[in-house]
């Protein structure tokens, strides 16, 4: 049983029998238990020993039940009536814990025509069994926050998968030139827009760092940049590439955008 919201009432799982001294289920009997658990669940807004239970923490019981009892929790006429068709003698409330917190409560209850009349071994009996029922919620609940976070990180995963390739894409198919260059200044991934606009092939680019391409009037200027970049600061300056290292020839200006607003692995984009 757990307590329900926003209702002061419980909601249950029931398992009903109603037995005879001899053994044999009181089939009359039936009808009447399954009224009362159907239309009569425990009202926490009032004295009961669910109540006591979930708010202590602590088992609860009443070994000899009486009609004073019956007239204390009687809600209306119906009620009454269905609590004396029972003719209860004992209840026992055990509480059920998960992750150190109450979350419901074991009851048991004993009535007068079964011939049976709770004692304190019953209460032991209810208090391990709501133990050992406690201990498989608690599994229950683990089982569950596992299953939680592996589906949570199969789709953070599949999210990061789909991410990289759309950035791989845009990367390797951008109209401009972009880099990945590590803080030393080294090309570390190049795409092919760029290795046209230096006059260098990707295998030679990924041998050289920044300031090997660069224009020697231009290596002061491009690391200033380069500092507000690793610093997380997006720049624009003008920039003059080197085409080849073989010839002395030098491509126009060139703006350049360097942003590190992303650094990952000792690197800026």
């Known amino acids: 049983m757990r307590i329900g919201a926003p209702s002061t009432c419980c909601e249950r799982a029931q398992i009903f029998a109603a037995v005879s001294p001899c053994g044999q289920a009181e089939k009359d009997k039936e009808p009447i238990a399954e009224e009362f658990y159907r239309n009569y669940a425990p009202d926490l807004s009032r ?15 009443m070994l000899d039940l009486d009609q004073r009892w019956t007239d204390q929790h009687a809600r209306d006429e119906r009620h009454r009536f269905l ?30 025509y079964s011939g049976r009349k709770y004692t304190v071994a ?3 009996f209810a208090e391990e069994v709501g133990r050992r029922a406690s201990i498989a919620l608690d599994n229950a609940w683990l089982y569950r926050e596992v299953q939680r976070e592996l589906t949570e990180r199969k789709q953070a995963e599949e999210a990061l998968r789909e991410s990289e390739e759309r950035f791989r894409s845009t990367f390797e ?7 990945h260059v590590g803080l030393d200044g080294r090309w570390l991934r190049v795409n092919d827009t760029l290795c046209e606009i230096t006059g ?17 009037d231009d290596l002061e200027r491009a690391g200033r940049a380069c500092k507000a970049c690793s610093q997380a600061k997006c720049q624009r300056t003008r920039w003059r590439s080197a085409i080849s290292a073989k010839m002395v020839l030098w491509s126009g200006w060139r703006s350049l955008y360097l942003c590190g607003a992303m650094r990952t692995g000792g690197r800026f984009i």
Do not use: W
């Open 47 to 61: 004295p009961h020993p669910i109540l006591t239970a979930i708010k202590t923490g602590r088992s609860d019981y």
């Open 83 to 112: 609590l004396e068709q029972m003719e209860l003698s004992g209840v026992i409330v055990v509480p059920l814990l998960v992750q150190g917190r109450v979350a419901g409560a074991l009851s048991m209850f004993a009535s007068r």
């Open 122 to 124: 019953d209460v032991e």
């Open 173 to 179: 198919n951008a109209p401009v030139g972009m880099a």
């Open 200 to 216: 260098y092939s990707r295998k030679e680019l990924l041998t050289k760092t920044f300031g090997d391409i660069t224009h020697p």
